[in-house]
């Protein structure tokens, strides 16, 4: 039946690790003015620990450039496995600013962040940025549960910037 083909499918998707599991690995992503998301797991991550980063942790890698006369980028990574191993608690990024994975320092760290609500960060146009999707449990049991979407946005052009109306919420 369809739904036994799409169970064997979603199953065979997360029984191995990621191919974006290292730094020299990282996928990656365009910026854009609205979310394209990318589909990712930390299903048997490596652990990495980053000169001065924020731990040895399991974790998956992503780098973009930024736009030209872009001062600003929003990392949103939601959730997706239901049920989930993770939390908006046990899960992380970490951003660099760094042309290459080689070069990553403390100096080069831009913080490590909970995914509570999507991240924005004060970037430099044309420059290359690495960031790490990490978490705190164990990902290697429950190949499933393990399923999040991630996109970088901005909003620095005019032509298309958000309307706001007085008095409204975002």
């Given at each position: 039946?369809?739904?036994?083909?799409?169970?064997?499918?979603?199953?065979?998707?997360?029984s191995?690790?990621?191919?974006?599991n290292?730094?020299?690995?990282?996928?990656?992503?365009?910026?854009?003015?609205?979310?394209?998301?990318?589909?990712?797991?930390?299903?048997?991550a490596n652990?990495?620990?980053?000169?001065?980063?924020?731990?040895?942790?399991?974790?998956?890698?992503?780098?973009?450039?930024?736009?030209?006369?872009?001062?600003?980028?929003?990392?949103?990574?939601?959730l997706t496995?239901?049920?989930?191993?993770?939390?908006?608690?046990?899960?992380?990024?970490?951003?660099?600013?760094?042309?290459?994975?080689a070069?990553?320092?403390?100096?080069?760290?831009?913080?490590?962040?909970?995914?509570?609500?999507?991240?924005?960060y004060?970037?430099?146009?044309?420059?290359?940025?690495?960031?790490?999707?990490?978490?705190?449990a164990?990902?290697?049991?429950?190949?499933?549960?393990?399923?999040?979407?991630?996109?970088?946005?901005?909003?620095?052009?005019?032509?298309?910037?958000?309307?706001?109306?007085?008095?409204?919420?975002?």
């Open positions: 039946s369809l739904a036994f083909l799409l169970f064997a499918f979603h199953q065979i998707s997360f191995q690790a990621a191919g974006n290292t730094c020299a690995s990282a996928t990656v992503l365009t910026v854009n003015p609205d979310c394209s998301p990318t589909n990712g797991h930390l299903y048997q652990s990495t620990s980053p000169i001065g980063g924020c731990g040895n942790r399991p974790d998956v890698w992503y780098r973009f450039t930024v736009p030209a006369n872009t001062t600003s980028i929003t990392i949103n990574v939601v496995s239901n049920p989930s191993s993770l939390t908006v608690n046990n899960t992380s990024i970490e951003l660099f600013n760094t042309a290459n994975c070069t990553i320092n403390s100096s080069s760290i831009q913080g490590c962040q909970g995914i509570q609500a999507p991240r924005t004060a970037v430099t146009a044309g420059a290359t940025y690495y960031f790490r999707i990490y978490t705190t164990n990902p290697n049991v429950n190949p499933t549960n393990w399923g999040f979407r991630v996109c970088v946005t901005s909003n620095d052009n005019c032509a298309t910037a958000s309307t706001i109306v007085a008095g409204s919420s975002l």
